[in-house]
C-alpha cells in the first residue's frame, strides 16, 4: 500500500494540500445544482485528483474561475496538486462514511492522500465541510450557493483568492528550492572536511567528490557526493568550489558559491558559504555572491555579523 503524505508547505496552505478531498464526479451524478456541498467538495477534489482543469474550474466562483483559466497551465496544476497533495495525476476512489459523507482516496504512481469528510453544516447559502487526514488534522471547506450550485470559496479563514494563492506559492516554491541549494553547499562543505581527515589535503575539485569506481575509493573519486552534484549542478543551481589553501596544516581555506541556473522562479537569491561555516547570500540578479553580501542564519535570516 503507497503511504498517505501531508506536503510540506506553511500553516494553513499546508493544510489545503493535505486536505483535498477526490469524490464522485461519476457518470450517472446528480446535476451540480442538486448536490450537497459535500458531494460537491467530493466532486471538485476528485477533478482536482485527477488533474483535469476544466472540470475543477466549473466548482469555483465566477470571478475565481475566470481567473484559474487564465493561469499557465503548469499554474493550474500546481494548484491542484496542492489540493490534492498528490504531484502527479492520480486516480479518485470514492466511498462512504458510515455517517454518509464521502471519504476519498487520491492516489498516484508514487503516492496517496485519503481525505474524510466528518461533519457538513449549511446555514441559508453558506456551508461549511469538515474534512480530516488520517494525521487527525482538520479543516473546513466553505462554499457558497448560486444559481448553478454550491461553490469552493474558502479554506478555514483563507479565502481562495486564485491569482494571490498562486503569487504566495511561487514564493514558498522559491525559497524552498534556495533551501535545497543551501543544504547542497553544506553536503559539499561536509564531503571536504571529510576528504580532508581521510588524506590530508584539500581536494581541488568538486569532481574529486565524486562516485567512485568499482575498484575503490580514492583521492580523484572519493564517493562523497552524488555525479549530479560532482558536476557542479543540481536543482536549478550551479555550484563552485574554490580552495585558498590545500596544506596539510590545520589552516585550510575555501569557498563554496551556489547560483540559480535559471534565475526568477527557480531560485532568486545566490550563496556563498566559506570554510567556517558561515553562510552568505542575496539577491544578486543571477549573478554569484560573496563575502561581502549579508550573513544568513540557518532559516535563511539576515543576522548580525558576530
Excluded at 17 to 25: E, F, H, R, V
Excluded at 103 to 129: D, I
Excluded at 234 to 249: G, I, L, M, Q, W
Amino acid at each position: 500500500m503507497k503511504p498517505c503524505r501531508m506536503p510540506a508547505i506553511a500553516a494553513v496552505l499546508s493544510l489545503v494540500a493535505a486536505l483535498s478531498l477526490p469524490a464522485a464526479a461519476q457518470e450517472g451524478a446528480k446535476p451540480a445544482g442538486a448536490r450537497s456541498p459535500a458531494a460537491t467538495l467530493a466532486d471538485a477534489l476528485a477533478a482536482a485528483c485527477r488533474q483535469q482543469a476544466g472540470d475543477f474550474a466549473r466548482y469555483l466562483p465566477e470571478s475565481s474561475a475566470d481567473a484559474y483559466r487564465n493561469l499557465p497551465q503548469v499554474q493550474q496544476r500546481e494548484l491542484m496538486r496542492r489540493m490534492v497533495a498528490v504531484r502527479e495525476p492520480g486516480s479518485p476512489l470514492l466511498s462512504t462514511s458510515n455517517d454518509g459523507l464521502p471519504v476519498l482516496r487520491c492516489s498516484s504512481s508514487s503516492e496517496t492522500t485519503q481525505l474524510r469528510m466528518v461533519r457538513e453544516r449549511v446555514a441559508g447559502n453558506l456551508a461549511f465541510v469538515t474534512v480530516t487526514v488520517p494525521s487527525g488534522l482538520t479543516a473546513d471547506f466553505g462554499l457558497v450557493r448560486d444559481p448553478g450550485g454550491w461553490r469552493l470559496i474558502s479554506l478555514g479563514l483563507l479565502m481562495l483568492d486564485i491569482p494571490e494563492l498562486v503569487k504566495e506559492w511561487a514564493v514558498q516554491e522559491t525559497i524552498a528550492r534556495e533551501r535545497v541549494a543551501v543544504d547542497q553547499m553544506r553536503r559539499i562543505a561536509d564531503a571536504v572536511e571529510t576528504f580532508h581527515r581521510a588524506f590530508g589535503s584539500l581536494p581541488e575539485t568538486l569532481a574529486q567528490l565524486g562516485p567512485a569506481p568499482k575498484d575503490g575509493i580514492t583521492p580523484d573519486t572519493a564517493n562523497l557526493i552524488d555525479a549530479e552534484l560532482a558536476a557542479g549542478k543540481k536543482a536549478n543551481y550551479s555550484f563552485r568550489y574554490r580552495v585558498y589553501s590545500s596544506s596539510r596544516e590545520s589552516d585550510v581555506r575555501y569557498e563554496i558559491i551556489a547560483t540559480p541556473t535559471e534565475y526568477g522562479p527557480g531560485g532568486k537569491r545566490s550563496f556563498y558559504l566559506d570554510s567556517n561555516g558561515v553562510l552568505r547570500g542575496a539577491d544578486k540578479n543571477g549573478d554569484v555572491a560573496g563575502p561581502d553580501d549579508p550573513r544568513l542564519d540557518r532559516n535563511l535570516e539576515e543576522t548580525s555579523e558576530q
